[in-house]
């Protein structure tokens, strides 16, 4: 029992080093700019170049996690973000940066896939809740242990090396815990063996392409908030910058405490019930957020915070019950590719909408993304029902 809880911990703990690096970028670029002397909209490149990366990685984690094993391919993907992280840390030119960005890309999607499909394979729904909650934990320490760095005098390249050193801590835990990996390798080696002579034909299945809508539309919805939800209070709401900042650090907080809360609430609820009762607080958020003012504006972004913070892992912890074990592999390297996807395009397309038209519209296209989101659910589920009877 010690063994399986001293597991659990460390694939948590994947998920915390995960989030570590994920909001490094934004905290230290006002820094970076001063340093490189390159303009502001130059973060763009290394986000993109980042975002091309775990696409890659995510979508080809099936075939290595077959060939060396799920244990392994996140080992060597901690490493590769230790090697990313370092060289930021030793980066004194912008194309430098660039090129460390590459392995923070493709260790980032490698972990994403293979550590969602284990978790989905061989451990229960609140598993899989607490696994994404810790990517919270994670992507909360980064920004505060590189301002500790900063408020005492340092650069933000120390910063990144104290993050790198503690990835690389992690990667010491992880190659000493290969051997629980393995001892339960077999249930996901066997399906995934089944699943990669197929892979070419995964998409034809029915439902697969409405759940990668689900993910593109899900997680640009999650990144259009991230991006422009402070811009639509100051502009259309008129918050000071104070009171906006804080809404949107409400709405980060109850995605993590939320995650939580769910993890327990599957104990007696099935995923596919809170998947729609997640969906349906978070159209409830969206409609509080359109026609709220002042304190009710709060309590909208919580409620969306608290609406999202279920669908991405349930989405994910389904997908072994929707389309079979044997897929899932695969499916879910497809479901993490799709996600990054939708939060790479879909936030700068509207951010050219807002600037075009009007801030107004972005609820609206948030309720939109929703719906989509709601129908496709129903829709595959259906199908599902229908598939195993």
């Not at 009171?243 to 993890?263: D, K, L, Y």
């Amino acid at each position: 029992m010690r063994k399986k809880i001293f597991f659990i911990f460390i694939i948590y703990s994947t998920y915390i080093s995960l989030g570590l690096p994920d909001s490094l970028l934004g905290v230290t670029w006002p820094e970076m700019v001063e340093d490189f002397r390159v303009t502001y909209s130059a973060a763009g490149v290394i986000s993109m170049m980042m975002a091309i990366c775990t696409v890659i990685s995510s979508l080809q984690a099936v075939r290595f996690t077959t060939k060396i094993g799920t244990g392994k391919l996140v080992l060597a993907s901690v490493l590769l973000s230790v090697i990313g992280l370092i060289g930021f840390g030793f980066s004194h030119n912008f194309y430098l940066v660039i090129l460390a960005a590459l392995p923070l890309g493709f260790g980032a999607g490698a972990i994403d896939a293979s550590v969602n499909d284990y978790v989905a394979v061989n451990f229960k729904a609140h598993h899989m809740n607490w696994l994404h909650a810790f990517w919270g934990v994670g992507a909360t320490s980064g920004p505060i242990i590189m301002g500790v760095m900063l408020n005492n005098e340092f650069s933000w390249r120390s910063g990144y090396l104290v993050i790198g050193g503690i990835q690389l801590l992690l990667a010491i835990i992880l190659f000493l815990s290969l051997p629980l990996w393995k001892q339960n390798e077999k249930k996901v080696s066997k399906e995934t063996e089944k699943s990669t002579s197929s892979s070419r034909n995964v998409l034809k299945q029915t439902g697969v392409i409405l759940s990668l809508l689900s993910f593109v539309f899900y997680v640009g919805l999650e990144g259009t908030i991230f991006l422009w939800g402070s811009s639509y209070l100051i502009d259309v709401k008129s918050l000071s910058v104070v009171n906006a900042s804080f809404i949107i650090s409400m709405f980060f907080a109850s995605v993590t405490v939320g995650r939580i809360i769910s993890g327990f609430i599957t104990f007696w609820l099935s995923n596919q019930k809170l998947l729609l009762l997640s969906e349906i607080s978070l159209l409830i958020g969206i409609l509080i957020v359109a026609f709220g003012t002042d304190i009710v504006l709060y309590c909208g972004f919580i409620l969306i915070g608290l609406g999202c913070a279920a669908i991405f892992p349930t989405m994910i912890h389904e997908t072994p019950r929707r389309f079979g074990e044997g897929h899932s592999s695969a499916i879910i390297g497809y479901q993490v590719a799709a996600g990054y996807v939708g939060i790479t395009v879909l936030p700068p397309l509207l951010g050219t909408i807002f600037q075009g038209y009007s801030m107004n519209v972005f609820p609206i296209f948030l309720i939109v993304f929703t719906l989509i989101l709601v129908g496709a659910t129903i829709v595959i589920e259906k199908r599902s029902t229908e598939r195993e009877y």
